[in-house]
């Protein structure tokens, strides 16, 4: 089991910065691959970036690519989300997932947080 708590959102300009961090209960953190997806207004969630368990793969959305990037703090027990050039339609709720394998975490992680807002205004 492991729960995740998010944080960091907010209302950023276009062309801003934000980095959200997801802290993971449990003392196996670094078993869990751990990824981020997002839900903008009227659309389905979708996959953002995910990081294997030692932080050694990355991966992202082609939509992200450049502009955002993952990493973790295994000892911290968390995973942030670092996002610059924020455009418009980067606005959704962020939501810090985890499980135990990286093909998994990147369609159907088994394990959400409760999500945290992103507001890019143009």
């Known amino acids: 089991q492991v729960q995740l708590v998010e944080s960091g959102g907010g209302l950023v300009q276009a062309g801003g910065s934000l980095r959200l961090s997801c802290a993971a209960s449990?003392?196996?953190?670094?078993?869990?691959?751990m990824g981020w997806f997002r839900q903008a207004p009227g659309k389905e969630r979708e996959f953002v970036a995910a990081?294997?368990?030692?932080?050694?793969?990355?991966r992202y959305t082609d939509s992200v690519k450049g502009r955002f990037t993952i990493s973790r703090d295994n000892p911290k027990s968390t995973v942030y989300l670092q996002m610059n050039s924020l455009k418009p339609e980067d606005t959704a709720v962020y939501y810090c997932?985890?499980?135990?394998?990286?093909?998994?975490?990147?369609?159907?992680?088994?394990?959400w947080g409760q999500g945290t807002q992103v507001t890019v205004s143009s």
């Open positions: 990081v294997s368990g030692t932080g050694a793969i990355l």
């Open positions: 449990g003392r196996t953190f670094s078993s869990y691959a």
């Open positions: 997932a985890a499980d135990l394998a990286l093909g998994v975490v990147v369609s159907t992680p088994g394990y």
